[in-house]
């Protein structure tokens, strides 16, 4: 199994590993230490905070089960922070689907379930911040209009109607993915290949992070006129909808 690519030195990205389990933070720590980044730990909720204002991560591997405050509430105050939301990959106990797609909802980009791989970790730590500090395609318009939407690729920012929206990693690749392919229908299985980059995995963060984005995009998320779903095939973007009501 191929390992992540460590990061170039001078270029180290700081990454915090909130986990009370003292075996497992260690086990992750080292993986990552050794892939080329500079880790930093917190074993509770409140300690994660302060250290994220302190440190300023560029990514953080967040146990939903936490003492003093949970996964999820660390999760929420983190995207309630000022500034460019920080890369979250969240690591939840196997079987726990209720508890990974709350984690989703509440803004982790990916996460990885308990018992896992500290090579898989790594893997998917190197893929978010892949996909976060992505630079352009040389083919890649400078900005990508629909209607009231413009997606800037290069500086990683979306606008409807000249407000910014808030989009964590994943929400930002999905929504330029789909500008990028108007009119087409995709399944949840074709979405996950080509957003997240994985041959397999569970569908149910395609659902999560297309509400998420429905709600971000669209003018009612219970009646989505953008992001429309086409039943039993998957999910295709009305370009000419946004353009006709904008």
């Known amino acids: 199994m191929s390992t992540a690519t460590p990061v ?4 180290e990205r700081r990454v915090l590993v909130v986990e009370d389990d003292p075996t497992v933070a260690e086990v992750v ?16 909720g409140p300690a994660a905070l302060d250290l994220a204002r302190r440190v300023g991560p560029h990514l953080v591997v ?5 003492p003093g405050l949970d996964g999820l509430e660390v999760c929420r105050r983190l995207r309630a922070q000022d500034g460019p939301p920080v890369p979250v990959v969240m690591l939840t106990a196997r079987g ?10 509440t803004g982790a980009d990916d996460y990885v379930t308990k018992p896992f791989s500290p090579r898989e970790l790594v893997l998917r ?7 976060a500090e992505a630079a352009p395609q040389p083919v890649t318009p400078t900005l990508l209009r ?12 979306a606008e409807r109607a000249g407000r910014e929206l808030s989009l964590t990693v994943r929400e930002f690749d999905l929504l330029l993915f789909f500008l990028r392919h108007p009119g087409q229908v995709f399944s949840r299985e074709e979405l996950l290949r080509q957003v997240w980059g994985w041959e397999f995995g569970d569908t149910s963060t395609v659902t999560v992070h297309v509400r998420r984005l429905r709600e971000k995009v669209e003018d009612d998320p219970a009646v989505p006129r953008l992001i429309s779903t086409v039943w039993s095939a998957g999910y295709r973007f009305d370009q000419a909808h946004e353009e006709a009501t904008s």
């Not at 720590?29 to 930093?40: E, P, Q």
């Not at 726990?96 to 909802?105: F, H, N, S």
């Not at 730590?125 to 996909?131: M, N, Q």
């Open 125 to 131: 730590v190197t893929s978010v911040l892949r996909r």
């Open 146 to 157: 629909a209607g009231a939407l413009s997606v800037d690729p290069t500086a990683r920012r």
């Open 8 to 11: 170039p030195p001078g270029q």
């Open 62 to 66: 967040l146990d939903l089960m936490l």
């Open 96 to 105: 726990d689907e209720a508890d990974r797609i709350l984690g989703l909802e």
């Open 29 to 44: 720590t080292g993986y990552l230490d050794r892939a080329g980044y500079r880790t930093v730990h917190a074993a509770d």
